[in-house]
């Protein structure tokens, strides 16, 4: 398996939220995504967290032998410790008492991946059949697209396309979706915040991911395409490729 990533403060803010990692564990891949709220400091601080205690957990829990399932109920496990990690350190300082994250990984293996998600960080299946998005916002609008309220294309440019319903640190507990993907020799696994899917599309992602050049240099294409447009959010995006 090959990997990817990138982070970018964009064209507007002058602090990075965001936060990423990426690591080998047994025979998997580990990435993470989360986009962090509640100010500059708390943002940065509570997005950092959740990388952090969720990558240590599942490096020391996750096993080859494992099913899906259980890795999935080892994610689950990992976003609860990262959102008790964020929560203790918002009671330490009245500064963070209101900092939180979204949430996007990947645990994947050969032919199998388990993503988690909690907000509106998104994952995406990409192959040359095309691009799928996995992952199911936890939004404002997206609960307004799925009632019938808004289309698709309205939710893109709503004033309030950012609130989100779920997140990591605001409640005791969080709340997970999680997603079971087959995937083959030569697709790709992409996860990135909203800064990114606010200004590229799906079909230019395809495109960069697919057919543009090289794996190795597309998420600098799609961030320069971002920053070109504008990039009012941070814009985060890891690839994973399944080779």
Not at 24 to 42: E, L, N, P, Q
Not at 168 to 190: C, H, I, M, N, R
């Amino acid at each position: 398996m090959r990997s990817w990533g990138i982070t970018d403060a964009g064209v507007v803010r002058h602090e990075n939220q965001d936060s990423y990692d990426v690591r080998t564990v047994a025979s998997f891949t580990s990435a993470i995504v989360c986009d962090g709220m509640g100010g500059v400091a708390g943002g940065r601080l509570a997005s950092s967290i959740a990388v952090e205690r969720f990558q240590n957990e599942i490096e020391q829990v996750l096993q080859e032998s494992m099913s899906l399932q259980q890795i999935g109920q080892a994610a689950d496990y990992a976003v609860s410790l990262a959102n008790d990690a964020i929560r203790k350190r918002a009671a330490e300082e009245a500064a963070y008492q209101h900092m939180g994250t979204t949430l996007v990984c990947a645990l994947a293996r050969d032919k199998q991946v388990v993503i988690i998600n909690v907000g509106d960080s998104r994952a995406y299946h990409i192959s040359r059949d095309g691009i799928r998005q996995i992952s199911r916002d936890h939004s404002l609008v997206e609960v307004l697209v799925e009632r019938g309220d808004l289309t698709p294309e309205e939710a893109k440019h709503h004033p309030q396309r950012n609130l989100i319903t779920r997140a990591l640190g605001p409640d005791a507990s969080v709340q997970t979706d999680s997603f079971y993907v087959e995937w083959k020799q030569g697709d790709f696994l992409l996860l990135c915040s909203d800064g990114l899917v606010n200004t590229v599309s799906d079909q230019e992602i395809l495109f960069e991911v697919i057919h543009n050049g090289e794996p190795d240099t597309c998420l600098a294409r799609l961030v320069a395409l971002s920053r070109q447009r504008g990039a009012p959010d941070n814009v985060t995006a890891v690839l994973l490729m399944n080779i």
